[in-house]
C-alpha cells in the first residue's frame, strides 16, 4: 500500500469506503453507510491508521439507532468517528 501525502488506508471500513452494521441480527437485511472515520474516502490521517474500531459502537459512530423510534446519537465514546486511539480501545467500554 502506497501511502500519499500523510495519508493511510482508514482502519474502520479498511479502505471500503462503506461499513456495515456491527449489531446486525442473523436476520437483519445487511445495513451499511459511508464509514463515519474518513467520510466515505477509505484514507485517513496517517496518525490515524493504527486507531482502532470503537468497542462502544463498533466503529459504527451512532448509538440508540436500532430501534426505528429511537433517536440516533453520536457514539459517545468516539464522538461518532467510529475510531479511537489504541489506549481508548485497551480500556474497553
Ligand atoms: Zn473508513
Ligand atoms: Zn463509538
Known sequence: M?????????????????????????????VTKACPSCDGSGRVAEPRA???????????GTL?????????????KCHGAGIVPPAEARQAA
Open 50 to 60: 493504527g486507531w482502532s474500531k470503537c468497542p462502544a459502537c463498533g466503529g459504527w
Open 64 to 76: 440508540g439507532d436500532n430501534e426505528p423510534d429511537e433517536p440516533t446519537v453520536d457514539c459517545v
Open 2 to 30: 502506497t501511502s500519499a501525502s500523510g495519508m493511510a488506508t482508514c482502519p474502520n471500513c479498511d479502505g471500503n469506503n462503506e461499513i456495515t452494521d456491527p449489531r446486525m441480527n442473523p436476520t437483519s437485511a445487511v
